[in-house]
C-alpha cells in the first residue's frame, strides 16, 4: 500500500469510478454503442479492481477516509470499515454483472445513453452510502440514490412505467424528508454524526433518551420506505414496470438494500446495538421486522405475475437483515449481514431469469411458466438454484444466512425467531415450489405467448444468460465454502466481531 | 489585488453598464454587440468586487471625494459582495442566453439599454452606503424591471406590468416616508453614521414598519405577493430569470440590511415571528399554487413566492439565538439560500424560456415532447429543481439543514413543519415537470442543440448545485465568520 495519499483518495476514487463514466454516458451520442459499452465496461472494471485494493488494505486493518469539507461543520465523509466494504464489494460485483445483462436487455431500445447515465449515478450513489462515514453524507447519497432511480423506473415511459415511477417517488421522498428530520434532529443534539464501530450514543445523559426514542423512530421511518418495511413497502411491487435490470438492481443492490443498510448502521454504528437494546428499540424493530417477513410470504403466495412475487418475496427476504439486527448477539449479527449479500446474489438471479423470461418467451405469469425448464434449461436452473435457496435448502447461500439467524435467537434465548423462520420458510417453500414445478414438471404449451428466437447455439442471448448463471453459481459457491477466507460469512463474522468489540 | 484597484471596480461595476446603456441607446444597430460587452466588463467588475472583499475585507470609498453628507459613499461588505457575485454571474448569463433569444430582432434594440440600466441600478443598489441612494436605485430598478418586463407587448404582459410598475411605486414611496422619518429624528442618511445615532423608540420603530412594508411589498412577501406571478409568468425568459432571480432579492437584501443591521435594536421578537409567520404562509401558499399552476413559467413565478418565503422564516430564529457560531452559521444559511434561489431560479426560468420557445407554449401538461428532445435543457430544469426543493447536493440542501438545526437548537419545533411541508410540495410540483420528459417520443438527437441558450441555463443550474452545494465553505469567510460551526 506504499503511495502516501492512497488511503484519503481511495473511497472518493470508488465513487468518482463510476459517476464520472455516468456523467460522460449522458452526452454520449445514441447510435454510439461501442462508445458507450466501452465507458460502461471501464467504470465497472475499474470499480472492481478499486474495490479489491479496499478489501486487502481493510482486512489489514489499515483506515481509508476521504473528506471534504462543504461548510464548517459539514463533512463529506467517505470512509471505509469492514461493514461498508461488504456493501460495496456487494454492489460492485453485481453492477458489473447487471451492466452486461443490461447491454444485452436494452440493445435495440430506445434512450439508451439516458438510460447508462442515471444506471451508472444510481451505482455511485449506492457506493457512496456504504462508504458514508458519517449521518450527513450517508443522507446526501440516499437522496442523490433517490434521483437517480427515479429516471430508471419510469424509463420505459408507458403510462403504467409513469404511474409507477410517480408512487416511487412519493414514498422515497417523503421518508427522505423524514430522514432529514431525524438526522438534522440528532446532529442539533450531539453534534456531527460519526459512524463509529460500537456507537457514538451510549454516553447521553438519561434525559435525552426520550428524544433519542424519537429520533430513532424517524430514523426507521425514512429508512424504512426504502428498505420496503411493512407498512411502508406500497411503493416496491408498483415500481416492477420497470425493465429487468433496474429490478435487479433495485431489488438485490440499490435501494432496497440502501434501506436495510442505513438500519444496520444506525442501530449499530451510531446508536449502538447494547444501547439500542437498553432503550427498548431493538424489540421495536424485530416486531416490525417479524411482521414483514410474514406479510410479505403471504402476499407473495397470491401473486400470479413473477415479477410482483418476487417484488414480494424481496419485502419478505430484506427484513431477514432488520431482524438479524434487532436481536442482540454477535450470531444473530452475522446472520443478518450475511444476508446483505445473500439475498442479494439470489434475488438478482430470479430478477435475471425473469428478466430472461419476458424477453426470451414472453412470459410474464407463473401460470405460463409450464414446461419452461424444457425450453430454457439453463436459465430454468439458474432459478431454481436462486429460488432454493431462498427457501433455505442446503447447500445453497440462504441456508447459511437463516441457520446464523436462527442460531442467533436461540443464542440470545428469543424463541420466537424460530418461529418466525419457520412460517417463513414454509411461506417461501408454498411460493417458489408451485414455480419450480410448473417449470420442469409440466408440458410445454404449443406456443410460448411472444417467442423471440436469438442466433446461435444457446437459449437466449448470450448476454442475457450469462449473468443469472454466474450469480448462480455464486449463491452456490458462497454455500458450499462458507468458511472460506473472504466469503460473506467471513466478512460479516469479522464485522460483528469489531462490533462487539470482541 | 490592491485597495484601489478594489475602489476602482466598485465605480466600475456601476459605470459600466450606465455607459453601456448610452451606448446601445445612441447606437440601436450594435445594441446586441455593445450590450454584449458591457456585460462582460460589468460582471468582471462585479466579481472583482467580490473577490476583493474575500480577500482584503469590507471596504468604503467615496468618489469624489467630497465626504458624508455632501458626496456620495459606496460600501462593499461581505452580505453585499455576495449578492453582488451571485447577480452578476446570473446577469452575465442571462446576457449570453439574450443574445441567442432576442437575436438581432426588433426587440433587441430596446432590450439591452433597459437591461443595462436594471444590472446598473442593481449593482448600485448592493453598494449604496445611505439610506437615500437606495431609495434611488430601489426606483431606478423597480422602473427598468417593469419596462423589460413588457417588453413583449402583449396585453397580458402590459397589464401585469403596469401594475408591477404602480405596486413598486407604492413600495418605493412608502420605504421613503420611512427614511423622511429616519431623517427627521436622527438627521443622517449614512448608515455608518446612523448606526452611531440610532435609539430604541416610538420614531425608529415606526420607521422600520413603514421601510419593512414597503420592502415587503416589492419583495413580494406573503401577502403582498399577487403582482408577481402574471408580471414574471409573462415577461420575456431572459426578463423573467433577472426579475425572480435578482431583482426580488435586492428588496430582500435591504429588509435583512435594516434588521439585522441598522436596527438591530429596535427589533423584537414578536415581530420577527410576525415575518416567519408570513414567510411560512409564503412558502406553503406559494408552493402550492405552484403545484397548481399550469404553465411551466407561472409555476416558477410561484415557486419564487415560495423561496422568498424561505428567507424570511430565518428572521424569527436569527432573533431567537445568541450571538456565536450557532447564529453566524444561520446567518450564512440565509445568504446561502439567496445565493443558491439566485442561481437556480435563473437557470430554471432561462431553460423553461427554451421550452416555450421550442414548443411553442409553455403547457406543462404538453411539454414532453420538447423535454425530451432538448436533454441539456431538461438536464438544467432538473438541476436548478433539486436546487429549488432543497435535494443535495444542493445550496438550498445546506441551506435547510442548517434552517432546521436552528429551529431545533431554538426550540422552534413549528418552523420544521413548515420545511418540510414545502420541500415535499416543491418536489411535488418539481417532479410533476420532470416526469413529462420520460415519456414515450423519440430518443434525442445529441445533448446539446442550442449552446449560447442552453449552456447558461445548465452552468447557472450547476453553480446552484455543484458548487453552493459542495462548497459552500468560502461562503462563511467572505461573510467575515471563522465558522468552527461545532
Known amino acids: 500500500m506504499g503511495a502516501p495519499g492512497l488511503s484519503t483518495l481511495l473511497p472518493g476514487a470508488i465513487v468518482l469510478s463510476s459517476l464520472l463514466p455516468g456523467v460522460l454516458i449522458f452526452l454520449v451520442k445514441e447510435e454510439s454503442h461501442v462508445l458507450r459499452g466501452v465507458l460502461n465496461m471501464f467504470g465497472a472494471i475499474l470499480k472492481l479492481i478499486l474495490v479489491g485494493v479496499l478489501i486487502w488494505g481493510v482486512w489489514l486493518g489499515q483506515g481509508f477516509e476521504t473528506r471534504i469539507t462543504i461548510a464548517p461543520g459539514l463533512d463529506l465523509v467517505l470512509n471505509a470499515d469492514a461493514l461498508s466494504v461488504l456493501f460495496v464489494t456487494l454492489s460492485t460485483v453485481l453492477w458489473l454483472i447487471t451492466t452486461i445483462y443490461a447491454i444485452g436487455y436494452l440493445e435495440h431500445s430506445p434512450n439508451r445513453s439516458r438510460f447508462f447515465g442515471f444506471f451508472s449515478l444510481c451505482v455511485s450513489a449506492t457506493v457512496g452510502i456504504a462508504l458514508a462515514g458519517n449521518l450527513l453524507t450517508f443522507v446526501i447519497f440516499y437522496e442523490i440514490l433517490t434521483l437517480a432511480t427515479y429516471p430508471l423506473v419510469a424509463h420505459r415511459g408507458t403510462p403504467d412505467a409513469t404511474r409507477g415511477g410517480r408512487i416511487y417517488l412519493a414514498y422515497t421522498m417523503s421518508g427522505g424528508i423524514v430522514l432529514l428530520i431525524g438526522a438534522v434532529w440528532l446532529r442539533a443534539l450531539t453534534g456531527p454524526v460519526d459512524f463509529v464501530e460500537g456507537g457514538v450514543l451510549a454516553g447521553m445523559p438519561a434525559s435525552a433518551h426520550g428524544q433519542l426514542v424519537a429520533i430513532f423512530a424517524l430514523l426507521m421511518l425514512g429508512l424504512g420506505v426504502k428498505a420496503a418495511l411493512v407498512p411502508l413497502h406500497g411503493w416496491l411491487p408498483q415500481s416492477m414496470v420497470a425493465p429487468a435490470p433496474v429490478s435487479s438492481l433495485l431489488h438485490a443492490v440499490a435501494v432496497v438494500k440502501a434501506g436495510a443498510f442505513g438500519i444496520v448502521r444506525v442501530v449499530y454504528d451510531v446508536y449502538g446495538v447494547e444501547f439500542a437494546a437498553q432503550l427498548g428499540l431493538l424489540a421495536m424493530l424485530g416486531a416490525l421486522a417479524s411482521f414483514t417477513i410474514v406479510y410479505g410470504s403471504v402476499m407473495a403466495l397470491t401473486q400470479d405475475g413473477l415479477k410482483k412475487r418476487l417484488a414480494y418475496s424481496t419485502v419478505s427476504q430484506v427484513s431477514y437483515i432488520a431482524l438479524g439486527t434487532s436481536i442482540l448477539g454477535p450470531v444473530a449479527t452475522i446472520g443478518g449481514m450475511v444476508h446483505l449479500v445473500h439475498q442479494g446474489i439470489m434475488k438478482i438471479t430470479l430478477f435475471f431469469c425473469a428478466g430472461n423470461y419476458a424477453e426470451t418467451l414472453g412470459v410474464h405469469r407463473v401460470s405460463q411458466m409450464d414446461g419452461v425448464g424444457r425450453r430454457m434449461p439453463w436459465t430454468t436452473l439458474a432459478f431454481s438454484v436462486g429460488a432454493l435457496g431462498m427457501i433455505g435448502i442446503p447447500p445453497i447461500a440462504g441456508f447459511v444466512s437463516k441457520w446464523y439467524l436462527g442460531l442467533g435467537g436461540v443464542e440470545a434465548e428469543q424463541y420466537w425467531v424460530l418461529v418466525v423462520l419457520a412460517a417463513s420458510t414454509l411461506l417461501n417453500a408454498g411460493y417458489f415450489l408451485p414455480i419450480l414445478y410448473r417449470a420442469w414438471f409440466r408440458p410445454p404449451p404449443p406456443k410460448w405467448p411472444k417467442e423471440h428466437v436469438f442466433p446461435g447455439r444457446f437459449e437466449t442471448m448470450g448476454a442475457l444468460l450469462w449473468p443469472p448463471v454466474i450469480t448462480a453459481l455464486l449463491c452456490l459457491v458462497a454455500g458450499i465454502l462458507a468458511a472460506a477466507p473472504f466469503s460473506p460469512l467471513e466478512w460479516a463474522t469479522l464485522i460483528a466481531q469489531r462490533e462487539y468489540g470482541l | ?486
Open chain 2, 1 to 486: 489585488m490592491t485597495e484601489a484597484l478594489a475602489g476602482d471596480l466598485i465605480v466600475a461595476a456601476i459605470v459600466a453598464p450606465l455607459l453601456g446603456a448610452l451606448l446601445a441607446t445612441a447606437l440601436p444597430g450594435a445594441a446586441r454587440g455593445l450590450g454584449m460587452a458591457a456585460a462582460l466588463v460589468t460582471a468582471m467588475a462585479g466579481g472583482g468586487v467580490t473577490a476583493g472583499v474575500f480577500a482584503l475585507g469590507p471596504m468604503r470609498i467615496e468618489p469624489g471625494g467630497w465626504g458624508v453628507p455632501l458626496g456620495i459613499a459606496l460600501e462593499a461588505n461581505g452580505l453585499s459582495a455576495a449578492l453582488l457575485g451571485m447577480a452578476n454571474l446570473v446577469a452575465l448569463g442571462t446576457s449570453v442566453y439574450a443574445t441567442s433569444y432576442f437575436g438581432r430582432a426588433d426587440k433587441a434594440p430596446h432590450f439591452w439599454p433597459l437591461w443595462l440600466m436594471l444590472w446598473a441600478s442593481l449593482n448600485g443598489l448592493f453598494l449604496a452606503a445611505d439610506l437615500f441612494n437606495l431609495y434611488v436605485t430601489l426606483e431606478l430598478l423597480g422602473l427598468s424591471a417593469a419596462a423589460l418586463g413588457a417588453l413583449t407587448g402583449s396585453r397580458e404582459a402590459v397589464a401585469a406590468n403596469l401594475r408591477y410598475l404602480l405596486v413598486g411605486l407604492l413600495g418605493s414611496i412608502t420605504y421613503l416616508l420611512g427614511v423622511a422619518l429616519i431623517y427627521t429624528g436622527f438627521g443622517a442618511l449614512d448608515m455608518a453614521e446612523l448606526s452611531q445615532r440610532m435609539a430604541p423608540g416610538p420614531l425608529a420603530a415606526s420607521a422600520l414598519v413603514l421601510m419593512t412594508a414597503g420592502l415587503a411589498l416589492k419583495a413580494a412577501l406573503f401577502p403582498l405577493h399577487f403582482w408577481l406571478p402574471p408580471a414574471h409568468a409573462n415577461a420575456p425568459a431572459p426578463v423573467s430569470a433577472a426579475l425572480s432571480a435578482l431583482v426580488v432579492k435586492a428588496a430582500f437584501y435591504l429588509v435583512l440590511v435594516l434588521w439585522t443591521g441598522l436596527f438591530a435594536s429596535v427589533v423584537t421578537a414578536a415581530a420577527a415571528n410576525l415575518l416567519g409567520l408570513l414567510g411560512a404562509a409564503a412558502v406553503i401558499w406559494g408552493s402550492w399554487r405552484a403545484l397548481r399552476a399550469e404553465r411551466l413559467k407561472l409555476m416558477a413565478a410561484y415557486s419564487t413566492v415560495a423561496q422568498i418565503g424561505y428567507l424570511f422564516l430565518f428572521f424569527p430564529l436569527l432573533v431567537a439565538m445568541p450571538a456565536g457560531p450557532g447564529r453566524d452559521n444561520l446567518f450564512v444559511a440565509l445568504v446561502l439560500m439567496a445565493l443558491s434561489h439566485g442561481f437556480a431560479k435563473a437557470g430554471f426560468f432561462l431553460a423553461a424560456g427554451l421550452v416555450q420557445k421550442h414548443a411553442g407554449n409553455d403547457r406543462i401538461a404538453e411539454l414532453g415532447g420538447t423535454a425530451q428532445r432538448l436533454p441539456a435543457t431538461t438536464f438544467a430544469i432538473a438541476l436548478a429543481g433539486s436546487a429549488l426543493v432543497g435535494l443535495p447536493p444542493s445550496g438550498g440542501f445546506i441551506g435547510k439543514w442548517l434552517l432546521m438545526q436552528g429551529a431545533v437548537e431554538t426550540a422552534q419545533w413549528w418552523w420544521i413543519a413548515v420545511v418540510a411541508a414545502g420541500t415535499g410540495l416543491a418536489a411535488a410540483y418539481v417532479f410533476r415537470v420532470l416526469g413529462q420528459a420520460f415519456g414515450l417520443e423519440p430518443t434525442p438527437i445529441r445533448f446539446v442543440t442550442d449552446a449560447r441558450a442552453e449552456l447558461p441555463a445548465l452552468l447557472l443550474s450547476l453553480v446552484s448545485v455543484g458548487v453552493l452545494g459542495l462548497a459552500s465553505g468560502p461562503l462563511w469567510v467572505l461573510l467575515g465568520f471563522d465558522g468552527d460551526a461545532g
